[in-house]
């Protein structure tokens, strides 16, 4: 795993990229806090089965999508989103 300031970084050069150059970027990840801060739109596939697409709002609500990566306290993921990923 990336160290912490690394992972920031990352995020917020793919975040610019993407806003800057009105690009796409496919990004593959179990940290669903980190997708959730940066991504516009998330497919989320468990086990090679589609769950759900959607914004984080609309992930972050499916229940099949919570109990594959988000656990039961899904709150988190919108908390840290607020805080790292501010649009």
Partial sequence: MKPVASRASS???VRRLADAWGMAVLVIEHDMNFVMSICDRITVIDFGKFVCEGTSAVVRK?????A????EDS???EEFEQ?????
């Fill in 62 to 66: 499916h229940p099949a999508a919570i």
């Fill in 83 to 87: 805080k790292v990923a501010p649009r």
């Fill in 11 to 13: 995020l917020w050069m």
């Fill in 68 to 71: 594959a990566y988000l656990g």
């Fill in 75 to 77: 709150h988190d993921a």
